[in-house]
């Protein structure tokens, strides 16, 4: 019995240990308007501000224009090796592969968040899938504020 009480406790632990904090993944940058070569080359670059990895493979993120929510782990291709950012390090998620045409990488590829120019509207990255679990980080455009 002692033993079992043992075991749950610790699950639990672990759990709390390693489970992510609003701010230990920020929405760092987001191209609501595409790039210079096209407007449909949006994208959105998250960073780990923690000093270990981050795994966002069970995680989802909000998108503003066409109230989709993506869970990473049902994108179209993804290039980072189980959705891990690095320490300290950057992901790119991005309607395309080729939206860099300075050979930036984009390591999650998924058309499923539409970004909308005029309006963008406000993104929300989650730590659980559909939307769920703790809000880690927002964006908006500015205007509701």
């Known amino acids: 019995m002692d033993k079992k009480l ?9 759990i709390a240990v390693f ?11 987001v191209a609501w308007m595409g790039t210079t070569a096209s407007t449909s080359d949006e994208w959105i670059e998250l ?16 998108g503003a224009d066409t109230g989709n929510t993506l869970n990473f782990a049902d994108c179209d291709r993804s290039s ?3 959705f891990i950012i690095p320490a300290g390090g950057y992901l790119i998620y991005a309607n ?9 990488t984009v390591d999650i590829e ?15 990255l989650y730590d659980g ?3 769920t679990g703790n809000v880690i980080d927002t964006a908006e455009d500015g205007s509701s504020n």
Request: proline share 3%; no cysteine; hydrophobic share 40%.
């Open 19 to 29: 489970s992510a904090s609003p701010g230990d993944v920020v929405i760092n940058e």
């Open 129 to 131: 899938q559909n939307g």
């Open 80 to 82: 980072t090796a189980n």
């Open 96 to 104: 395309g592969y080729e939206v860099f045409s300075s050979g930036a």
């Open 6 to 14: 043992f075991l749950l406790l610790l699950a639990l632990f672990s």
């Open 110 to 124: 998924d058309a499923t968040i539409g970004l909308n120019n005029s309006s963008p509207g406000q993104l929300i």
């Open 47 to 62: 960073y780990n501000t923690t000093a270990s990895d981050i795994d966002i493979s069970n995680w989802s993120i909000y």
